[in-house]
T-cell receptor
């Protein structure tokens, strides 16, 4: 089945710097890609979603890049601030199913003032 | 806007005990999900339900039962809690399938087995 590797597991950046999280997936037929954010004690909140025909998407200081050749998805937070500190997960639809998401293991981002 | 409510928020059980978690959503979403979150392992799908009375097994269904008796509610039962088990169970819902966009998550139910 689909496998998703996410790195790094922990990331600490000073305020104002950028933070990059990368996921690699195995199924070339994967069509939908997501980034979720989880704050302490809370559920996951969708940050951005992209379909496979999109290479780059930018929204509110976030940039998602999709490299289908290398099966790689990345999230770039530009000018990170302490409020961005959270766990970030990538997720992809998997196994030809429209219902099943396969998640990466998460990245704990800490933005220091 | 809608909300997903999970009860209880914290659940402490004994080894071998049957434990039930409940989830309610008022989005009027068709599809509901149960995920298990373990530290360092991401989220793994236990069961999902496409519509009322439908049940589909995820990747981690062994040791669990689920029930979708109403469109708005989805319950998960741990059939026999394992000693020292500790995990967070997340309920989610979506309009149709995951490919239609967003899954909305509850805040989670934290299970501790003594």
């Amino acid at each position: 089945g689909e496998q998703v590797e996410q790195r790094p597991p922990h990331l600490s950046v000073p305020e104002g710097d950028s933070a990059v999280i990368i996921c690699t997936y195995t199924d070339s037929a994967t069509a939908y890609f997501y980034w979720y954010k989880q704050e302490p004690g809370a559920g996951l909140q969708l940050l951005m979603s992209v379909f496979s025909n999109v290479d780059r998407k930018e929204e509110q200081g976030l940039t998602v890049l999709l490299n289908k050749k290398d099966k790689q998805l990345s999230l770039n937070l530009t000018a990170a601030h302490p409020g961005d500190s959270a766990v970030y997960f990538c997720a992809v639809t998997s196994g030809g199913s429209n219902y099943k998401l396969t998640f990466g293991k998460g990245t704990l981002l800490t933005v220091t003032p | 806007g809608g909300i997903i409510t999970q009860t209880p928020k914290f659940l402490i059980g004994q080894e071998g005990q049957k434990l039930t978690l409940k989830c309610q959503q008022n989005f009027n979403h068709d599809t509901m999900y149960w995920y298990r979150q373990d530290s360092g392992k991401g989220l793994r799908l236990i069961y999902y339900s496409i519509t009322e009375n439908d049940l589909q097994k995820g990747d981690l269904s062994e040791g669990y039962d689920a029930s979708r008796e109403k469109k708005s509610s989805f319950s998960l039962t741990v059939t026999s809690a394992q000693k020292n088990e500790m995990a967070v169970f997340l309920c989610a819902s979506s309009m149709e399938g995951a490919n239609t966009g967003q899954l909305y998550f509850g805040e989670g139910s934290k299970l501790t087995v003594l």
